[in-house]
């Protein structure tokens, strides 16, 4: 007898963690439909296990949506993506935002501020610039994630 409940709940609990799982897989991207760079960091993601979706938008468009996200313009990049409950803006390296993901902090998102040289997309041979990953608290604050 317990068996017979226990099993649909167990079933119920793993198909529920599962499709939690593989939505939090899943990136939207908004980005101009001329940037090329863009894509390359899109790319970046998919070789590193992401599935993604891409929308060409506006400028205008694009800094709607990165206001409704709380992305300000100290923080803007090139492209917004959504994941799961996070905000990813610029060219934010796939590991950092695995660990987003597996620290679920209680946050917007990250960011990657301006375009810098050597980040996920926008390499150039081998030339790099350091840059830091911002965690993007709720308040707006915020405070360094990484540093590359």
């Given at each position: 007898?317990?068996a017979?409940?226990?099993i649909?709940?167990l079933?119920?609990?793993?198909?529920?963690f599962?499709?939690?799982?593989?939505?939090?897989?899943q990136v939207e991207?908004?980005?101009s439909?001329?940037?090329?760079?863009?894509?390359?960091?899109v790319?970046h993601?998919?070789?590193?296990?992401?599935?993604?979706?891409?929308?060409d938008?506006?400028t205008?468009?694009?800094?709607?949506?990165?206001?409704?996200f709380?992305?300000?313009?100290?923080?803007?990049s090139?492209?917004?993506?959504?994941?799961?409950p996070?905000?990813v803006?610029?060219?934010v390296?796939?590991?950092d935002v695995k660990?987003?993901?597996?620290?679920r902090p209680?946050a917007?998102?990250?960011?990657?501020?301006d375009?810098?040289?050597?980040s996920?997309g926008?390499e150039?041979?081998?030339?790099?610039?350091?840059?830091?990953v911002?965690?993007?608290k709720?308040?707006g604050?915020?405070k360094v994630f990484?540093?590359?």
């Amino acid at each position: 007898m317990a068996a017979r409940v226990l099993i649909p709940l167990l079933l119920t609990f793993v198909c529920s963690f599962t499709a939690f799982a593989a939505a939090e897989g899943q990136v939207e991207v908004w980005r101009s439909a001329s940037c090329s760079c863009c894509i390359k960091w899109v790319r970046h993601l998919e070789e590193n296990g992401f599935a993604v979706k891409v929308n060409d938008a506006s400028t205008s468009a694009l800094d709607g949506l990165k206001a409704k996200f709380g992305i300000g313009e100290k923080l803007a990049s090139c492209h917004t993506a959504k994941i799961g409950p996070y905000v990813v803006e610029g060219h934010v390296p796939a590991a950092d935002v695995k660990r987003l993901l597996a620290e679920r902090p209680d946050a917007i998102g990250l960011a990657v501020p301006d375009m810098p040289i050597g980040s996920p997309g926008m390499e150039q041979g081998s030339k790099s610039e350091p840059y830091d990953v911002l965690l993007i608290k709720k308040d707006g604050s915020t405070k360094v994630f990484a540093s590359h």
